[in-house]
């Protein structure tokens, strides 16, 4: 009987139709989903089932629209693939769904980076004030730390199912703004400032829950240090900017 049902399932779901979503199509069950106008359902949504190993089969399905909590962590190195080593970082992101925009997602984030100098801002080349940036010409390969609290929002969505057809696999953008923290050890000084992350990832669903890809992160931000003397604020601020490569996994809720 079981594998009966199995054959007449898909029939079903074609034979399903387009409707505009109503307030009772919110938050569907697992029936609703694959039975009942799928078509609506699936267009940024899946059905994801995890594997029963005992029998070999898929079981445990979940609708990926019920989805409320993401949490993540990554592991960020450097862009530029000549240079990799140069940024080694970490980062953990917390994001709620909205219940009112379905696929835009509320969250924080939090990363520290380990950082050469020059590999996220440079020296500043000239200057009049005896005590403002210019007079510090760090030499390469001094290290740095980067740390950041953000708060921002994403969104989640299937591109790709219009050039590959696919169930498990997600897209998501995400901007954030951020304050930051550069400890920058040549001169023995903190810069603080604000910046901007924006992020564009691809994940498997391996489960009904767990996910794991890769994504891009490229980050902006303006950092001042304290006075010393008279300087003016631009001629104790750096400007900072990056890209990162980051492996991500984590699990929905």
């Known amino acids: 009987m079981t594998y009966l049902l199995l054959l007449l399932l898909p029939l079903q779901v074609m034979a399903a139709s387009v409707f505009d979503l109503t307030e009772e199509d919110l938050s569907p069950d697992a029936e609703e989903v694959l039975i009942r106008k799928p078509e609506k359902h699936q267009r940024h949504e899946s059905m994801i089932y995890d594997l029963n190993t005992d029998l070999g089969i898929k079981d445990q399905r979940r609708y990926t629209g019920t989805d409320k909590n993401r949490f993540s962590i990554a592991g960020h190195v450097n862009g530029n693939y000549e240079h990799v080593n140069q940024i080694f970082g970490g980062e953990v992101t917390y994001q709620r769904r909205s219940e009112r925009y379905n696929q835009v997602w509320w969250g924080a984030q939090f990363f520290q980076h380990r950082t050469y100098f020059d590999a996220i801002t440079q020296n500043q080349k000239s200057g009049s004030n005896p005590n403002g940036e210019s007079a510090f010409q760090r030499p390469g ?86 006075q010393i003397g008279t300087e003016s604020k631009s001629q104790r601020s750096l400007s900072l900017g990056w890209l990162s490569l980051a492996f991500e996994m984590g699990f929905f809720y």
Request: aromatic content about 18%; glycine content about 12%; proline content about 1%.
């Open 141 to 226: 390969g001094v290290k740095d730390t980067v740390m950041a609290f953000g708060l921002g929002a994403g969104y989640r969505f299937k591109l790709l199912l219009d050039f590959y057809p696919t169930e498990d696999v997600f897209e998501q953008v995400d901007v954030f703004v951020n304050g930051l923290q550069l400890d920058e050890t040549f001169i023995k000084k903190k810069y603080r400032g604000y910046g901007l992350t924006a992020n564009y990832g691809i994940h498997k669903r391996s489960s009904t829950s767990f996910f794991y890809g890769g994504k891009l992160s490229y980050n902006i931000a303006s950092v001042t240090r304290e």
